[in-house]
């Protein structure tokens, strides 16, 4: 699967320089005001995976100094990108989870985006029945037991991705998207689809797909036409 106008990148904690002269002074303003350590690694890694993906999409970035590149998130909460005050045009989409983060970006305006990174572990049944359609819970008590939790974190990491995309977030119920996939390939090399059987939008084209990066799943949502 290609995502021809979408361009992303993983990072992790690993990979941050050791200092923070790459952050604009907004950024750095920013990270004095996080209180708790994890929250504010989440959010410096979610900045540096950013503007590795601005980097990969943009080759023309890469000669502006990282402090004039800014990542900042609008009153919905979502990212955008700014390089020397002005906002680049086109989507950016992040997500974070413990060390690891990932970033995706497109310059197609009639496209939104939107990334997540979920970890593979057991949720509870109250869980999925809280926040899955009736069908979504049922694909995925239908699996092996072995397979439950991959085929819970797929299904939830595939709504926030859409949700992520339509920049609403978890402001509305998880149950107005419904996501399913056809069969359950475990590789690791290839993104593979999943269905959207319904969502807010009616936008012509909507495509969700996910790539298994143990012991997480990203899913990338497009969705085109609907501004
Ligand atoms: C968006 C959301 C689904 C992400 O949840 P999550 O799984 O906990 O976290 P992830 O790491 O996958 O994603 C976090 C990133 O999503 C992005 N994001 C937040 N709100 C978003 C929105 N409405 N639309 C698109 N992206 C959004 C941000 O870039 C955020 O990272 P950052 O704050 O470091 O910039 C969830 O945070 C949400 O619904 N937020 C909106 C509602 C809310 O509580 N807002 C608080 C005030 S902004």
Not at 150 to 172: H, M, N, V
Request: hydrophobic share 40%; charged share 20%; net charge negative.
């Amino acid at each position: 699967m290609t995502h021809s106008a979408v361009f992303w990148a993983l990072a992790s904690t690993d990979d941050l320089p050791a200092d923070l002269n790459w952050l604009s002074s907004e950024e750095t303003t920013k990270l004095q005001q996080f209180k708790f350590p994890k929250r504010r690694n989440e959010w410096l890694l979610g900045r540096w995976v950013s503007k590795k993906v601005l980097m990969k999409a943009m080759p023309q970035i890469s000669s502006i100094p990282l402090p004039q590149l800014s990542i900042k998130n609008e009153e919905s909460g979502a990212p955008i990108a700014l390089s020397n005050g002005s906002r680049l045009s086109g989507m950016l989409s992040l997500s974070h989870r413990e060390d690891l983060a990932t970033a995706a970006w497109t310059s197609q305006a009639d496209l939104r985006i939107g990334i997540d990174l979920e970890k593979i572990e057991p949720r509870s049944t109250a869980f999925i029945q809280d926040f899955f359609t009736k069908a979504e819970a049922a694909q995925v008590f239908s699996q092996p037991s072995e397979n439950q939790a991959l085929a819970a974190c797929l299904i939830w990491s595939g709504k926030e991705a859409i949700l992520k995309a339509l920049q609403t977030g978890l402001r509305i119920d998880t149950r107005q998207v419904e996501v399913a996939f056809t069969e359950l390939v475990i590789k690791e090399e290839d993104w593979q689809p999943l269905q959207i059987v319904h969502s807010p939008s009616s936008a012509e084209s909507q495509t969700l797909s996910w790539l298994l990066q143990p012991p997480y799943v990203i899913t990338l949502a497009e969705i085109a036409d609907c501004r």
